[in-house]
């Protein structure tokens, strides 16, 4: 079933973070996975949410994304990421 990564990311060092943005493609890519959205404006339609920066990714189902996370060569971007920016990261299933 597809999966689908959905992030919530506050960048508080736009320059350090610039290595993690240059560096996820191949690792989403080398597990199947494809951006949706990637930044870009967006309009709160209801509630009180505030998103910040808003990145969703579709996987080919959720094994996918908590491979990702799992493979070694994401340690050192997940540990850039940690210390530029703020994450709130969920991954839900598709309706396929």
């Given at each position: 079933?597809?999966?689908?990564?959905?992030?919530?990311?506050?960048?508080?060092?736009?320059?350090?973070?610039?290595?993690?943005?240059?560096?996820?493609?191949?690792?989403?890519?080398?597990h199947g996975?494809?951006?949706?959205?990637?930044?870009?404006?967006?309009?709160?339609?209801?509630?009180?949410?505030?998103?910040?920066?808003?990145?969703?990714?579709?996987?080919?189902?959720?094994?996918?994304?908590?491979?990702?996370?799992?493979?070694?060569?994401?340690?050192?971007?997940?540990?850039?990421?940690?210390?530029t920016a703020?994450?709130?990261?969920?991954?839900?299933?598709?309706?396929?």
């Amino acid at each position: 079933m597809t999966a689908y990564m959905i992030v919530d990311l506050d960048v508080h060092d736009p320059e350090g973070f610039a290595a993690y943005r240059d560096g996820v493609p191949a690792l989403v890519s080398k597990h199947g996975g494809q951006y949706i959205v990637r930044g870009g404006d967006f309009d709160v339609l209801e509630g009180e949410w505030q998103p910040h920066r808003m990145v969703m990714f579709q996987f080919p189902n959720r094994q996918a994304v908590h491979n990702m996370f799992a493979d070694p060569d994401y340690a050192e971007l997940k540990a850039l990421r940690e210390r530029t920016a703020k994450s709130n990261i969920i991954v839900v299933d598709g309706m396929d």
